[in-house]
């Protein structure tokens, strides 16, 4: 207890002293966590939007006018059999149309239906996969199937675009945070380096008494760990303070889709920001005390 007493008051004393580098590595901190933050909540968000989306998602074969019914109810048993469908559902000409109109309906749009006089929509197969990726078994069976089928509607498209956009902007944030990240580790090290230096002349007769290593190095490890465990804690209020109106503004951004912003991820972000801030606080002070003592 007397050598964890000396140690956080020796840390304290440093940071005191050092009140411009600790405040520039403190602040260079809190952006870096900053940024981890935004980084994980930002791809949990798309995340649990592309699940949202995956989980609409289907493959429509338009019938043919006229087509067989026996036809096409072979045609919707032999796709049931595929492992890679949940389920096929036959939908009429008027259940598509009263699927248009509540499309329209709720997005506030008018009903043009009204104006055509008529209804233009073919009766169709929707069908649902277990995973959307894996759709070309059924298409390939869809294909097959001309003389009735008229129009296969994919949106295999428009799910690689988002898988793509997802993970290049995962890559870019890691990248980001790497160089933020080496820029934080270095402003620490030269900060428990100043600390060391302005201390050397006590650093030197403390091991002239019998101070072993350890003893002088972990007050500046603790200093490095303070300075991460404030960044972090400066990082967890602004969140805190701006989790009300970021959760407002991505709720108009999305509109019905999840943004993911749940009770686990908010767990998540905390242990992650208070793992990387003390991380690299510690391992900051670590690499400069072990420099200057190998040295000295």
Do not use: C
Not at 59 to 75: F, H, K, Q, Y
Not at 207 to 217: E, N
């Amino acid at each position: 207890m007397h050598f964890i007493a000396f140690s956080l008051r020796q840390a304290g004393e440093g940071l005191m002293r050092n009140r411009v580098m600790t405040l520039a590595a403190t602040v260079t901190m809190v952006l870096m966590l900053v940024l981890l933050a935004s980084l994980v909540i930002v791809l949990a968000g798309m995340q649990a939007g592309l699940a949202f989306v995956e989980s609409k998602v289907e493959v429509r074969a338009e019938l043919a006018s006229g087509a067989p019914a026996d036809r096409v109810a072979t045609l919707q048993a032999r796709l049931v059999t595929l492992p890679e469908v949940r389920e096929v559902v036959f939908i009429s000409r008027e259940q598509a149309l009263e699927e248009f109109k509540a499309q329209r309906a709720a997005a506030g749009e008018v009903d043009l239906s009204e104006y055509a006089g008529y209804n233009p929509f073919p009766a169709q197969l929707s069908i649902r996969l277990h995973d959307p990726r894996q759709s070309s078994q059924v298409i390939a069976v869809l294909e097959e199937e001309r003389a009735i089928v008229s129009r296969i509607v994919e949106q295999q498209k428009s799910i690689d675009r988002l898988v793509s956009i997802t993970a290049m902007l995962r890559t870019i944030g890691i990248a980001v945070l790497a160089l933020v990240g080496i820029t934080v580790l270095l402003i620490v090290v030269n900060s428990i380096r100043m600390a060391m230096m302005a201390r050397a002349q006590e650093i030197e007769i403390m091991r002239l008494v019998g101070a072993s290593d350890h003893y002088v190095r972990w007050p500046f490890i603790v200093e490095g760990l303070l300075v991460g465990l404030i960044g972090a804690l400066v990082t967890l209020l602004f969140l805190l303070l701006a989790a009300a109106p970021l959760s407002r503004v991505a709720g108009a951004v999305v509109g019905q889709l999840p943004a993911g912003f749940t009770e686990a991820l908010v767990i998540q972000v905390a242990a992650l920001v208070l793992l990387a801030g003390l991380g690299l606080g510690g391992a900051g002070a670590w690499i400069s005390v072990r420099t200057y003592l190998r040295r000295t």
